[in-house]
């Protein structure tokens, strides 16, 4: 070979592992090491010296990553060995009854270890790697010929172009489950929303369509990743004889598998794996159907062989179904706090993921006209995780649905949902909100719903905290007429509350007490407790944390706003206004009357504040406050909060679901707290409160 093709294979060689070293840390280990810059510095090289000398192209180069041209059709595929399906089971009982065959076949051998692992509701695929490089990707198809997706596959960075080390078996098929993160499905669907194109159904949709891409370079953009678990076709090498061995293996090869799975010795034990991962399903960031036990041991797997289609050695335990179908049976208009008027769906009560069912959100006229449901229509609600159950999509009325569903389905006259003209509290004109999307109560607060949300707001624990006035109770006081504005709440008394149905003298005073201690409050929590449109806590904590008073703050302008980090023109817009009101000046000047007192925020220089020049990182899901609340408070202590780990981070917040992040930190011995930690800090430091 002359020495000038020598040199540019060499460099090739050296470019490739250098990206792929730079994409798993940046990918699965969340560390990256070099600057974006850099990195396409690196690409471009490699694509540059590609194209300058095509036969050097190689399977495994990171530039088959980005995509190749759009194929014309799949390539059909043959598994060498058929992908099989799963026996499913629905509960404990007969998760019993699977292991006492399994046990009676096995000749009433001893306890079984199950290797158990949460199924992930992704598309199933089959990965071929010959001598370590990934030559072939195909879907499951009918179990016996799927389609070649190879150039998708190799777009998904999680999944290794050629595997790590040297003793791998010359052919080696995995198999497992790709999918995408809810958390890159919410952000595709939203980047998807604000550029006005199609969004996916839910995250498995989202997955399945790019796997069938015809244009790589597509599916190379979205967030999809993998689970591998189990192997097919092995020649030319073996591998261990314990399907827990085989996944430590193909991890060291670079294969991602579930860090959640275990190997449970006997029944009982798997049984409480799968309730822990129900208790866990949804705060992980992907969605999954159930768990998978499979026998540990290949032996005992080979001994008990298969039925026609699925293996006797694995089970699924499916989780209750978080999609179904129902009627739609009528359409409310509710009015929140600032007016804005949302449909909301009654529907016929049906049992999905775990509880029933009977109301659904539609969000807003656009979501309801793309939907194109009328009343009377048939519909597939989606429960995924604590979310407010949501109509994904319109559906036609399932066969047999009263024997098998427990839906009773009396007719409902179909009937197109209509915006309302006027509000269906007040009776005030509907206005349209900007861009025509959301309907808007125009009564403000004479309009009972935006008043009695607006006090509820008001005195909610992480605003005024105003003890035992709740939900129940605001409702009670605006009926009877004893509060007609918020100011109205410090003007109540013993002889007027004590009189109220199910109200004793002793609540009374609690009742008072409570709203006499929320007049000293601090000036974060007072201006969150307004309710200015779009100022939640950690807006509301800027504020307090620029301006220090309150009479700063309502000077402010709009400009000067803006200029505070987090706050851009439309909130800066919204709170200017708010302060312009005559009605929110008066509500104001009666709230300090009656005796509120926002403390004055202290301005410490920043840096004698507790956590001045630490940098910390929020991971995971927190259950008292968003990520950005939690930002906002640390950035209040002093502290710079970042996205990501590294060896400057100096602790990381793990809240339940926490991933790579949390490893990361672990890896590096980096301090890791958790949210109880987390507030008794907070509590501790100098915080406005
Ligand atoms: S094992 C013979 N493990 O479930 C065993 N399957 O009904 C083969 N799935 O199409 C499957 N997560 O794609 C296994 N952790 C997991 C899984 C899993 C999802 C899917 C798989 C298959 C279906 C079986």
């Given at each position: 070979?002359?020495?000038?093709?020598?040199a540019?294979?060499?460099?090739l060689?050296?470019?490739r592992?250098?990206?792929?070293?730079?994409?798993?840390?940046?990918?699965?280990?969340?560390?990256?090491?070099?600057?974006d810059?850099?990195?396409?510095?690196?690409?471009?090289?490699?694509?540059?010296?590609?194209?300058?000398?095509?036969?050097?192209?190689?399977?495994?180069?990171?530039?088959?990553r980005?995509?190749?041209?759009?194929l014309s059709?799949?390539?059909?595929?043959?598994?060498?060995?058929?992908?099989?399906?799963?026996?499913?089971?629905?509960?404990?009982?007969?998760?019993?009854r699977?292991?006492?065959?399994?046990?009676?076949?096995?000749?009433?051998?001893?306890?079984?270890?199950?290797?158990?692992?949460?199924?992930?509701?992704?598309?199933?695929?089959?990965?071929?790697?010959?001598?370590?490089?990934?030559?072939?990707?195909?879907?499951?198809?009918d179990?016996t010929?799927?389609?070649?997706?190879?150039?998708n596959?190799?777009?998904?960075?999680?999944?290794p172009?050629?595997?790590?080390?040297?003793?791998?078996?010359g052919?080696?098929?995995?198999?497992?489950?790709?999918?995408m993160?809810?958390?890159?499905?919410?952000?595709?669907?939203?980047?998807?929303?604000?550029?006005?194109?199609?969004?996916?159904?839910?995250?498995?949709?989202?997955a399945?369509?790019?796997m069938?891409q015809?244009?790589?370079?597509?599916?190379?953009?979205?967030?999809?990743t993998?689970?591998c678990?189990?192997?097919?076709?092995?020649?030319?090498?073996n591998?261990?004889?314990?399907?827990d061995?085989?996944?430590?293996?193909?991890?060291?090869?670079?294969?991602?598998?579930?860090p959640?799975?275990?190997?449970?010795?006997?029944?009982?034990?798997?049984?409480?794996?799968?309730?822990?991962?129900?208790?866990?399903?949804d705060?992980?960031?992907?969605?999954?159907d159930?768990?998978v036990?499979?026998?540990?041991?290949?032996?005992?797997?080979?001994?008990l062989?298969?039925?026609?289609?699925?293996?006797?050695?694995?089970v699924?335990?499916k989780?209750?179904?978080?999609?179904v179908?129902?009627?739609?049976?009528?359409?409310?208009?509710?009015?929140g706090?600032?007016?804005?008027?949302?449909?909301?769906?009654?529907?016929?009560p049906?049992?999905v993921?775990?509880v029933?069912?009977s109301n659904?959100?539609?969000?807003?006229?656009?979501?309801?006209?793309r939907?194109?449901i009328?009343?009377?229509d048939?519909?597939?609600i989606?429960?995924?995780?604590?979310?407010i159950?949501?109509?994904?999509?319109?559906?036609?009325?399932?066969?047999?649905?009263e024997?098998t569903?427990?839906?009773?389905?009396?007719e409902?006259?179909?009937?197109a949902?209509?915006?309302?003209?006027?509000?269906?509290?007040?009776?005030?004109?509907?206005?349209?909100?900007?861009g025509?999307v959301l309907?808007?109560?125009?009564?403000?607060?004479?309009?009972?719903?935006?008043?009695?949300?607006?006090?509820?707001?008001?005195?909610?624990?992480?605003?005024?905290?105003?003890?035992?006035?709740?939900?129940?109770?605001?409702?009670?006081?605006?009926?009877?007429?004893?509060?007609?504005?918020?100011?109205?709440?410090?003007?109540?008394?013993?002889?007027?509350?004590?009189?109220?149905?199910?109200?004793?003298?002793?609540?009374?005073?609690?009742l008072?007490?409570?709203?006499e201690?929320?007049?000293?409050?601090?000036?974060?929590?007072?201006?969150?407790a307004?309710?200015?449109?779009?100022?939640g806590?950690?807006?509301?904590?800027?504020?307090?944390?620029?301006?220090?008073?309150?009479d700063?703050v309502?000077?402010?302008s709009?400009?000067?706003?803006?200029?505070?980090?987090?706050?851009?023109?439309?909130?800066?817009?919204?709170?200017?206004?708010f302060?312009?009101?005559?009605?929110?000046?008066?509500l104001i000047?009666?709230?300090?009357?009656?005796?509120?007192?926002?403390?004055?925020?202290?301005?410490?220089a920043?840096?004698?504040?507790?956590?001045?020049?630490?940098?910390?990182v929020?991971t995971?899901?927190?259950?008292s406050?968003?990520?950005?609340?939690?930002?906002?408070r640390?950035q209040?202590?002093?502290?710079?909060?970042?996205?990501?780990?590294?060896?400057?981070?100096?602790?990381?917040?793990?809240?339940?679901g926490?991933?790579?992040?949390?490893?990361?930190?672990?890896n590096?011995?980096?301090?890791v707290?958790d949210?109880?930690?987390?507030?008794?800090?907070?509590?501790?430091?100098?915080?406005p409160?």
């Amino acid at each position: 070979m002359p020495a000038q093709d020598k040199a540019v294979q060499e460099e090739l060689a050296s470019l490739r592992q250098a990206i792929e070293h730079h994409n798993r840390l940046y990918h699965q280990l969340d560390t990256p090491r070099i600057t974006d810059q850099e990195y396409d510095r690196l690409f471009q090289r490699l694509l540059e010296l590609e194209a300058a000398y095509p036969d050097f192209v190689t399977d495994d180069s990171p530039s088959r990553r980005v995509g190749s041209a759009p194929l014309s059709d799949f390539r059909q595929v043959r598994h060498a060995l058929p992908m099989l399906s799963l026996d499913k089971v629905n509960n404990e009982e007969d998760l019993d009854r699977f292991d006492q065959r399994l046990v009676k076949r096995l000749g009433n051998t001893s306890t079984i270890v199950y290797s158990c692992e949460p199924k992930i509701d992704g598309i199933a695929v089959s990965l071929l790697y010959e001598n370590g490089i990934l030559v072939r990707g195909a879907t499951r198809g009918d179990g016996t010929t799927g389609e070649d997706i190879t150039h998708n596959v190799r777009t998904v960075q999680d999944i290794p172009l050629r595997l790590h080390g040297s003793d791998y078996p010359g052919t080696l098929e995995v198999r497992g489950e790709i999918f995408m993160t809810k958390s890159g499905f919410a952000a595709m669907n939203r980047e998807a929303l604000g550029k006005g194109e199609r969004i996916f159904v839910n995250p498995r949709n989202a997955a399945a369509g790019m796997m069938r891409q015809k244009n790589s370079r597509v599916t190379a953009t979205r967030p999809l990743t993998m689970f591998c678990y189990g192997t097919g076709l092995v020649e030319g090498g073996n591998l261990p004889d314990a399907l827990d061995d085989i996944y430590t293996q193909l991890e060291k090869w670079g294969l991602p598998v579930n860090p959640l799975r275990l190997a449970a010795t006997g029944i009982e034990a798997a049984c409480g794996y799968c309730r822990k991962i129900l208790g866990q399903r949804d705060s992980l960031d992907y969605e999954i159907d159930g768990v998978v036990l499979k026998v540990n041991g290949l032996k005992l797997q080979q001994q008990l062989g298969m039925n026609a289609r699925t293996p006797r050695w694995a089970v699924a335990f499916k989780f209750p179904a978080e999609e179904v179908a129902t009627q739609l049976r009528d359409v409310e208009f509710q009015v929140g706090r600032t007016g804005t008027i949302t449909p909301v769906a009654r529907l016929e009560p049906v049992f999905v993921g775990g509880v029933t069912v009977s109301n659904a959100t539609l969000h807003n006229m656009d979501e309801v006209r793309r939907l194109g449901i009328c009343i009377g229509d048939w519909v597939i609600i989606r429960r995924a995780g604590d979310v407010i159950p949501k109509i994904v999509q319109l559906t036609s009325k399932p066969s047999g649905y009263e024997s098998t569903s427990g839906v009773t389905g009396h007719e409902v006259q179909k009937k197109a949902i209509e915006a309302p003209e006027h509000c269906p509290v007040c009776g005030s004109p509907v206005v349209q909100d900007e861009g025509g999307v959301l309907l808007r109560c125009s009564g403000g607060l004479i309009c009972r719903a935006q008043l009695e949300q607006s006090l509820i707001h008001f005195a909610s624990r992480t605003a005024m905290d105003i003890e035992g006035l709740g939900n129940k109770l605001v409702e009670q006081l605006v009926r009877e007429g004893l509060v007609g504005s918020i100011a109205d709440i410090y003007r109540l008394d013993l002889d007027r509350l004590q009189n109220l149905e199910r109200m004793g003298r002793k609540s009374a005073q609690n009742l008072l007490d409570g709203i006499e201690r929320s007049k000293s409050v601090s000036l974060a929590r007072f201006l969150y407790a307004l309710g200015i449109r779009e100022v939640g806590e950690a807006t509301a904590l800027s504020l307090a944390n620029h301006f220090g008073t309150l009479d700063k703050v309502q000077q402010a302008s709009v400009e000067v706003l803006e200029s505070i980090p987090d706050i851009g023109p439309v909130v800066a817009g919204r709170i200017a206004g708010f302060f312009s009101q005559p009605a929110h000046q008066n509500l104001i000047r009666e709230l300090l009357d009656a005796g509120v007192c926002p403390r004055e925020q202290l301005l410490p220089a920043n840096d004698k504040l507790p956590l001045a020049g630490q940098t910390w990182v929020v991971t995971g899901t927190l259950e008292s406050m968003d990520r950005n609340a939690a930002k906002a408070r640390l950035q209040a202590l002093g502290a710079k909060v970042a996205s990501s780990v590294s060896a400057k981070t100096t602790c990381v917040v793990a809240g339940p679901g926490a991933g790579s992040k949390l490893a990361t930190a672990e890896n590096l011995g980096i301090n890791v707290i958790d949210e109880a930690e987390f507030l008794s800090l907070l509590e501790s430091s100098a915080e406005p409160d």
